[in-house]
């Protein structure tokens, strides 16, 4: 047993830090104030190979890991949990389903491009009558000669709108129910495929989140993902990574909020001691601490079973659920430590804590990734 991280590893932590250090915190606070999506952050990133971490150099990738990528979606969140999502979603949700379903040619047409980061990625999963019951969906898409016509609507997409590339989910047989879903490649700019509405959000407000909406869209079959009725699978099996991603963001936005907390715990002065000094303080602080490392090992975990072949959807599930619990506490118990300071938009922790909501929220809530956990654990 190996409990500490390969030099590679730590050197995609540097150099992932300084960039958020450098090139992602100064900005956060003002695109989250005005829902701004700074697609020149995303570039920045591309040129340092993120975008691409874990694709071979024969998919425009830099052939790292899961543990790698992992690491770099945390150490950006930990600034900023909606440049966190942003790559989360393009490698986990995006990119993920081509690398591992896709033909050779859809993975030089869409995935190399994904990787080296010239085109951004987005998944259609959710739509308005069916979030957590995802096999419910309604979006159909129907063959039609070489084409399929889709048709329906997505909502909630992660990088809706910027995203040049997504991947979704539509019925091609209604009496099969999961099994009669299919997964596409879609490409922006479609005839009949356009953005609806923009979400106004609590959190994660510098990440778009829009509808995404078909009609009379047609896409030929060289774009569908897998065989017929494969889909519901390549959405599942997408979400067990992608459940890992967010696990990552909500360690990262934690361990953001956690720093921010102890700084100003040694800074802040009442009854003429630091805050530190006091023992309530304290104990909020070695919560807070033990709390983000138990998550942090959680998620490296699932990654390393991911990096090595190895089963690894209930340790992203439980990765999810503590990381995206642990994130909540963190944050709340930040605001906590900073009184009314914590509260008020001069300072960082507050946006950390409506970040961290969402991260008991997507790619599954908390409650199925319980629903998900006994299952695993039913059948063992
Ligand atoms: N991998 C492969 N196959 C899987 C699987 C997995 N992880 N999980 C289930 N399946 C298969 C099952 O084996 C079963 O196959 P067979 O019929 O061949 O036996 C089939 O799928 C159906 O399984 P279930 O009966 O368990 O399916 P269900 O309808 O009861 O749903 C669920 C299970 C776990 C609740 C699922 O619907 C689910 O995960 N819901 C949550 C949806 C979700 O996470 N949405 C997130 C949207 S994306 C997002 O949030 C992105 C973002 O913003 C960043």
Same mark, same amino acid.
């Given at each position: 047993?190996?409990?500490?991280?390969?030099?590679?590893?730590?050197? /995609? =932590?540097?150099?992932?830090?300084?960039? *958020?250090?450098?090139?992602?915190?100064?900005?956060?606070?003002?695109?989250?104030?005005?829902?701004?999506?700074?697609?020149?952050?995303? @570039?920045?990133?591309?040129?340092?190979?993120?975008?691409?971490?874990? !694709?071979?150099?024969?998919?425009?990738?830099?052939?790292?890991?899961?543990?790698?990528?992992?690491?770099?979606?945390?150490?950006?969140?930990?600034?900023?949990?909606?440049?966190? #999502?942003?790559?989360?979603?393009?490698?986990?949700?995006?990119?993920?389903?081509?690398?591992?379903?896709?033909?050779?040619?859809?993975?030089?047409? &869409?995935?190399?491009?994904?990787?080296?980061?010239?085109?951004?990625?987005?998944?259609?999963?959710?739509?308005?009558?069916?979030?957590?019951?995802? +096999?419910?969906?309604?979006?159909?898409?129907? =063959?039609?000669?070489?084409?399929?016509?889709?048709?329906?609507?997505?909502?909630?997409?992660?990088?809706?709108?910027? *995203?040049?590339?997504?991947? #979704?989910?539509?019925?091609? @047989?209604?009496?099969?129910?999961?099994?009669?879903?299919?997964?596409?490649? #879609?490409?922006? $700019?479609?005839?009949?495929?356009?953005?609806?509405?923009?979400?106004?959000?609590?959190?994660? =407000? *510098?990440?778009?989140?829009?509808?995404?909406?078909?009609?009379?869209?047609?896409?030929?079959?060289?774009?569908?993902?897998?065989?017929?009725?494969?889909?519901?699978?390549?959405?599942?099996?997408?979400?067990?990574?992608?459940?890992?991603?967010?696990?990552?963001?909500?360690? $990262?936005?934690?361990?953001?909020?956690?720093?921010?907390?102890?700084?100003?715990?040694?800074? =802040?002065?009442?009854?003429?001691?630091?805050?530190?000094?006091?023992?309530?303080?304290?104990?909020?602080?070695?919560?807070?601490?033990?709390?983000?490392? +138990? +998550?942090?090992?959680?998620?490296?975990?699932?990654? !390393?079973?991911?990096?090595?072949?190895?089963? &690894?959807?209930? *340790?992203?599930? /439980?990765?999810?659920?503590?990381?995206?619990?642990?994130?909540?506490?963190?944050?709340?118990?930040?605001?906590?430590?900073?009184?009314?300071?914590? &509260?008020?938009?001069?300072?960082?922790?507050?946006?950390?804590?409506?970040?961290?909501?969402?991260?008991?929220?997507?790619?599954?809530?908390?409650?199925?990734?319980?629903? #998900?956990?006994?299952?695993?654990?039913?059948?063992?």
């Amino acid at each position: 047993m190996q409990f500490r991280l390969s030099e590679e590893h730590e050197m /995609m =932590r540097q150099m992932v830090r300084d960039f *958020a250090e450098k090139e992602v915190k100064p900005s956060a606070a003002e695109r989250d104030e005005h829902e701004i999506f700074d697609r020149s952050i995303f @570039d920045k990133m591309s040129k340092l190979g993120m975008a691409g971490i874990p !694709w071979g150099e024969e998919y425009g990738g830099v052939g790292s890991d899961y543990l790698s990528y992992v690491i770099a979606v945390e150490e950006l969140s930990r600034v900023c949990g909606s440049t966190g #999502v942003t790559l989360s979603a393009h490698i986990s949700l995006a990119s993920y389903p081509i690398f591992t379903f896709g033909t050779e040619e859809q993975k030089q047409k &869409y995935l190399r491009p994904l990787a080296e980061g010239t085109k951004l990625g987005a998944y259609g999963l959710t739509e308005p009558g069916s979030g957590s019951d995802a +096999a419910a969906m309604r979006t159909t898409a129907v =063959r039609d000669g070489d084409d399929y016509i889709l048709n329906g609507s997505k909502i909630f997409i992660t990088n809706g709108g910027d *995203a040049e590339i997504y991947v #979704v989910f539509a019925v091609t @047989d209604p009496s099969m129910k999961h099994k009669g879903i299919t997964a596409f490649i #879609v490409e922006k $700019g479609t005839p009949g495929f356009s953005i609806g509405k923009k979400e106004k959000k609590l959190g994660i =407000r *510098a990440s778009a989140t829009t509808e995404i909406i078909f009609e009379d869209c047609r896409i030929p079959s060289s774009q569908r993902l897998g065989s017929e009725g494969e889909g519901f699978k390549v959405a599942m099996k997408t979400l067990d990574g992608g459940r890992n991603g967010i696990a990552a963001q909500a360690v $990262g936005i934690a361990q953001g909020a956690y720093e921010e907390a102890l700084t100003y715990a040694k800074e =802040r002065k009442q009854f003429g001691k630091p805050l530190i000094a006091l023992q309530a303080i304290q104990f909020k602080l070695a919560d807070m601490a033990t709390k983000i490392e +138990a +998550a942090r090992l959680l998620t490296y975990q699932a990654a !390393w079973l991911e990096a090595e072949g190895l089963p &690894y959807g209930k *340790a992203s599930a /439980m990765a999810k659920l503590f990381a995206g619990d642990t994130a909540m506490e963190v944050t709340t118990e930040a605001v906590q430590v900073f009184g009314g300071y914590g &509260y008020s938009r001069e300072y960082p922790v507050e946006r950390m804590m409506r970040d961290a909501k969402i991260t008991q929220i997507y790619e599954g809530t908390n409650e199925i990734q319980r629903v #998900v956990i006994a299952k695993y654990i039913s059948n063992e």
